[in-house]
């Protein structure tokens, strides 16, 4: 059996951090404008989440950083919004129930810092993740929220807690 651990992003995987999220984005043939290929915190996820009202988790199996996902303040929306950023699994970690043990962590989180609303964008490709958005709550919205700067991602979804 595997170990699996779910903790808080260290400075020491921000480069294992940076190169799954580049790779997933590749292999969904994300365009690397408008999305968030461009982002400037992609190689400092550590540093970027040291902010207040936010986290991002790695999903460490047997020792290898193979996921990560995280949330923070939504630019733009109200404070009570937060956003689930980075949620990206290489394929050796998908079908396993990471992403959904990633969500819950993420969610309850988020609430015990009085977030009532998660958002989050994603493209119309990645079909799997929509999915398992939608069995954790998330609904499809008509508009997007806040100030993401992801204008590549045309697919918004909200969960109310």
Not at 31 to 60: C, I, N, R, T
Request: with cysteine; hydrophobic share 40%.
């Amino acid at each position: 059996m595997s170990s699996v651990l779910i903790r808080e992003i260290r400075e020491t995987d921000n480069a294992a951090v940076a190169a799954l999220i580049r790779a997933v984005l590749t292999e969904m043939e994300v365009p690397k404008v408008g999305s968030a290929f461009a982002d400037p915190s992609l190689d400092y996820m550590y540093q970027h989440y040291q902010q207040d009202k936010g986290a991002y988790y790695v999903v460490e199996v047997d020792g290898v950083v193979l996921a990560g996902g995280g949330f923070g303040r939504l630019p733009g929306a109200p404070a009570e919004v937060c956003e689930l950023q980075k949620m990206y699994m290489l394929p050796q970690a998908r079908g396993l129930g990471l992403g959904q043990q990633l969500i819950e962590r993420c969610v309850e989180d988020a609430k015990e810092l009085n977030y009532t609303q998660c958002y989050l964008e994603t493209l119309p490709n990645m079909l799997a993740a929509q999915k398992l958005y939608q069995k954790m709550g998330f609904q499809y919205i008509q508009t997007p929220m806040g100030n993401t700067g992801h204008n590549a991602c045309p697919v918004w979804m909200l969960l109310k807690f």
